[in-house]
């Protein structure tokens, strides 16, 4: 009797393909992985498909259109588990800097037919929408964090994935802080780990790539940028509106220092 193998699904909404892409740089991993479960669909693999149920699907993007809203509800009908990768599907991605003004005044100014436009009122995550049972931060999302889920779900246990922040990898590297040493402006004290203190191992502040850490004071490193380095509220706002500019932590914060707040 054949074994069936787990099936997975990779599926794509608003977003840049990043996360899709670092999942293809698993290379020979990927390779691997196929060897244990059924990539049932993944169109920036392969354009064979296999319909549902999926055991796994990945989800990429944010949900910008009604369209994007029906589709998210019917892949979340068909997945057993499904899992929200890059910061696009877990805070809104860059475009969710859509949801700080009126969508039909920005409209108007980009396109020359925006009454053609179908778009939601805000960029959102995908578990604005639907229940979501792992969310993988990044933008990127790691390529890494991504394989240790898929192998805990077939091993039956819970990935195990960092909720830390940032200065606990700039630790454990033995990096000099560079808002203390340097001055330079940093998110890592409210940023959630991942990247292997990418940034600040080039002298650089974190920008937040990996979304707020599980227990973030951001007003209070705020309060730090403002009053010991000197930032605006402009700046400071710029720093919190990125990648990660529609999760709540950074955007409550933000909209603090917009100019008809103060």
Not at 56 to 62: K, N
Not at 229 to 255: D, H, I, K, M
Request: glycine share 8%; proline share 6%; aromatic share 6%.
């Amino acid at each position: 009797m054949a074994i069936t193998r787990p099936a997975l699904a990779v599926w794509k909404f608003a977003s840049c393909d990043g996360c899709q892409l670092q999942v293809l740089s698993l290379e020979e991993q990927l390779l691997t992985l196929a060897e244990v479960v059924d990539v049932a669909y993944f169109l920036e693999a392969s354009s064979a498909t296999a319909r549902g149920p999926y055991d796994v699907s990945l989800v990429e993007g944010s949900i910008t259109t009604p369209e994007d809203e029906e589709r998210i509800h019917e892949i979340r009908a068909a997945s057993r588990t499904l899992i929200a990768i890059g910061a696009c599907a877990t805070a809104g991605g860059i475009q969710a800097l859509r949801n700080f003004a009126a969508v039909d005044e920005l409209a108007e100014a980009v396109y020359p037919h925006p009454e053609q436009l179908a778009v939601l009122e805000e960029s959102t995550p995908v578990s604005a929408h639907v229940e979501v049972e792992y969310e993988l931060q990044g933008c990127p999302v790691d390529r890494h964090q991504v394989l240790e889920a898929l192998s805990a779900l077939l091993q039956g246990r819970r990935p195990n994935i960092p909720s830390h922040s940032v200065c606990v990898e700039c630790k454990r590297r033995g990096l000099v802080c560079v808002m203390v040493a340097h001055g330079e402006p940093c998110l890592g004290p409210v940023t959630n780990a991942g990247c292997g203190a990418l940034c600040p191992s080039f002298h650089r502040g974190c920008y937040g790539c990996f979304g707020p850490a599980e227990t973030t004071n951001t007003g209070s490193l705020v309060a730090w940028l403002r009053h010991e380095q000197g930032l605006g509220p402009a700046e400071v706002v710029r720093w919190l509106r990125t990648y990660n500019a529609g999760a709540r932590r950074f955007a409550e914060e933000s909209r603090r220092h917009e100019p008809s707040q103060r």
